[in-house]
């Protein structure tokens, strides 16, 4: 039975590969864990710039080793006799679906295709204070897609009101566009425990779902 060691390592986010080692999603450390002990996945892990791959059984017996030698470069939960590390990718032995073609379009994406930045002011600021504009209103035949959303403060969009940037004398930073992959992975990649994501996300068709 495992339990979190620290509250926060069941909520850890891991790589998911298909059996061609293609990345097809990211799921939660609980999930992971689910499919690994029933034998649907195994661990992809990187040691010393080599990858290698553990069945759950073997990747428990490895932990011990990392936990003793290597306990900073984990996230642990516990067992009732041993440490185990949350894996940071795992292979599915059983699915050979592709990749979705194209990239969600939904609010979270869109923050993060925008990096939480009023794209009228280049201010950043939280989500909940942040608002999705449209750049050229509905009222004007505006419509709710890639090129025509973005993220914009409350003062920003007040003051854009229901125009377009030209009519209220302001000025887009970056033109919005359809992302070529899932803009979110970018906020993985900058976290160190995610840096082995890498190899498996530099295509652009590699578009990876969020849990």
């Given at each position: 039975?495992?339990?979190?060691?620290?509250?926060?390592?069941?909520?850890?986010?891991?790589?998911?590969?298909?059996?061609?080692?293609?990345?097809?999603?990211?799921?939660?450390?609980?999930?992971?864990?689910?499919?690994?002990?029933?034998e649907?996945?195994e661990?992809?892990?990187?040691?010393?710039?080599?990858?290698?791959?553990?069945?759950?059984?073997n990747?428990?017996?490895?932990s011990?080793?990392?936990?003793?030698?290597?306990?900073?470069?984990?996230?642990?939960?516990?067992?009732?006799?041993?440490?185990?590390?949350?894996?940071?990718?795992?292979?599915l032995?059983?699915?050979?679906?592709?990749?979705r073609?194209?990239?969600?379009f939904?609010?979270?994406?869109?923050?993060?295709?925008?990096?939480?930045?009023?794209?009228?002011?280049?201010?950043?600021?939280?989500?909940?204070?942040?608002?999705?504009?449209?750049?050229?209103?509905?009222?004007?035949?505006?419509?709710?897609?890639?090129?025509?959303i973005?993220?914009?403060?409350?003062?920003?969009?007040?003051?854009?009101?229901?125009?377009?940037?030209?009519?209220?004398?302001?000025?887009?930073?970056?033109?919005?566009?359809?992302?070529?992959?899932?803009?979110?992975?970018?906020?993985?990649?900058?976290?160190?425990?995610y840096?082995?994501?890498?190899?498996?996300?530099?295509?652009?068709?590699?578009?990876?779902?969020?849990?």
């Open positions: 039975m495992i339990s979190g060691h620290y509250s926060s390592a069941l909520d850890c986010n891991v790589l998911v590969l298909n059996k061609h080692y293609m990345a097809v999603r990211i799921i939660g450390a609980r999930r992971a864990f689910s499919l690994l002990s029933r649907l996945a661990v992809v892990s990187c040691e010393e710039g080599i990858y290698a791959n553990y069945n759950f059984q990747w428990c017996e490895v011990r080793f990392k936990h003793q030698f290597q306990p900073d470069e984990h996230d642990w939960v516990s067992t009732v006799n041993f440490y185990v590390a949350v894996p940071k990718i795992i292979r032995l059983f699915y050979d679906r592709l990749p073609s194209q990239v969600k939904n609010r979270r994406n869109i923050y993060a295709r925008d990096s939480n930045k009023c794209q009228y002011c280049g201010k950043e600021f939280a989500t909940n204070e942040l608002s999705l504009d449209h750049v050229v209103p509905r009222s004007q035949g505006g419509q709710s897609s890639w090129d025509n973005v993220c914009a403060c409350t003062a920003c969009n007040i003051k854009k009101g229901g125009r377009t940037p030209q009519q209220s004398g302001m000025k887009l930073i970056t033109k919005p566009v359809r992302p070529n992959r899932n803009p979110a992975i970018h906020v993985h990649l900058t976290q160190t425990r840096r082995t994501w890498k190899q498996f996300l530099d295509n652009a068709y590699w578009s990876v779902e969020l849990k």
